[in-house]
């Protein structure tokens, strides 16, 4: 009986060998949760664990389970008892659209908040 069964799963087995890899989808089609994990993995690393000089004051707190469908990144200053942000990055939709505000933002450093969160948006990892 087992030679009997292997034979009849041979032929699944040739056939699910044979299937393509999934692709992934487009960027502009994916969802907000998706866009904000890839830009809270890219600031945790360039941004905080570096040690950047420009983030160095700053500690990260990730809000990516949002019942809002907003998720989100928060910057805050490190060591300090006020938790208002300075900064928020957050999506929403599908596909995904992406906004940037904060005390942050109207600082010399916004432009390359701006830059960095679209790149790792567009599915970019480096810093």
């Not at 009986?1 to 009849?8: D, E, T, V, Y």
């Not at 060591?79 to 957050?90: E, T, W």
């Amino acid at each position: 009986m087992r030679p009997a069964l292997s034979l009849l799963l041979l032929p699944l087995l040739a056939l699910a060998s044979c299937q393509s890899e999934p692709k992934a989808p487009p960027a502009q089609g994916q969802s907000a949760l998706d866009v904000m994990e890839r830009v809270a993995v890219g600031a945790n690393n360039c941004w905080i664990k570096s040690g950047d000089p420009a983030f160095k004051a700053y500690s990260m707190a990730p809000e990516l389970n949002s019942f809002s469908g907003k998720p989100r990144i928060l910057l805050v200053r490190k060591g300090s008892s006020d938790i208002r942000p300075l900064l928020v990055v957050q999506a929403e939709g599908r596909p995904a659209r992406l906004a940037a505000f904060g005390p942050m933002m109207s600082e010399p450093v916004a432009a390359r908040i701006a830059a960095d969160v679209r790149r790792w948006s567009g599915g970019a990892k480096g810093c």
